[in-house]
């Protein structure tokens, strides 16, 4: 089964407003990822955080972590049209859990609207 | 520097028939991963490369193989393709002595079975 979970699975919201994608894992991890897809194309990425960061940013991006409830939030303020894409968690355990490969979730679309 | 390049871009085969797609990464990189994305799902790791090797592998029949080249660069082979091996193969490379390991991705290839 899929490490990540990211919630919501779809989120529509209009130009201006911020965004907010939750995403939740099972085990241990060393550090988190948040990647963006834009329509089948190929992953870029956002932000990495570390086991041992609760809070990380990045120009409108803000990204947390609690790895006391196995989750992460990513924040997008002041969105913009162009940010439309697919949202992904991916965590990279510990070489005693999942060596080097990343774990993603099903992802979270966003819709901005103009 | 030109980042992870992959081709073909678009491929189409008929069930049964065999595929390789082929994968060069990122500068000063070596290790490779490849990944499968269905529509509408999160990339699942299929396995990883390093030093010529496999090191890791997904949940993925041995009908998926790869083959890694002293110039770091990739192919993945499926044979017996299944109309389910439609999706999107990414690519992604990152460097083993990263203690981290932040990956990078490709535009990924478009693989239809017919």
């Known amino acids: 089964s899929q490490q990540g979970e990211e919630d919501p699975q779809a989120l529509s919201i209009q130009e201006g407003e911020n965004a907010t994608m939750n995403c939740s894992y099972k085990t241990s991890i060393n550090n988190l990822q948040w990647y963006r897809q834009n329509s089948g194309r190929g992953l870029v990425h956002l932000i990495l955080i570390r086991s041992n960061e609760r809070e990380k940013h990045s120009g409108r991006l803000r990204v947390t972590l609690d790895t006391s409830k196995k989750s992460s939030s990513l924040l997008i303020t002041a969105s913009r049209a162009a940010d439309t894409a697919s949202y992904f968690c991916?965590?990279?355990?510990?070489?005693?859990?999942?060596?080097?490969?990343?774990?993603f979730g099903p992802g979270t679309r966003l819709s901005v609207l103009p | 520097d030109a980042g992870v390049t992959q081709s073909p871009t678009h491929l189409i085969k008929t069930r049964g028939q065999q595929v390789t797609l082929r994968c060069s990464p990122k500068s000063g990189h070596d290790t490779v991963s490849w990944y499968q994305q269905a529509l509408g799902q999160g990339p699942q790791f299929i396995f990883q490369y390093y030093e010529e090797e496999e090191r890791q592998r997904g949940n993925f029949p041995d009908r998926f193989s790869g083959h890694q080249f002293p110039n770091y660069s990739s192919e993945l082979n499926v044979n017996a393709l299944l109309l389910g091996d439609s999706a999107l193969y990414l690519c992604?490379?990152?460097?083993?002595?990263?203690?981290?390991?932040?990956?990078?991705f490709g535009p990924g290839t478009r693989l239809t079975v017919l």
């Open positions: 991916a965590t990279k355990g510990g070489i005693w859990d999942y060596g080097q490969n990343f774990v």
């Open positions: 992604a490379s990152s460097r083993d002595s990263s203690s981290y390991n932040e990956q990078f």
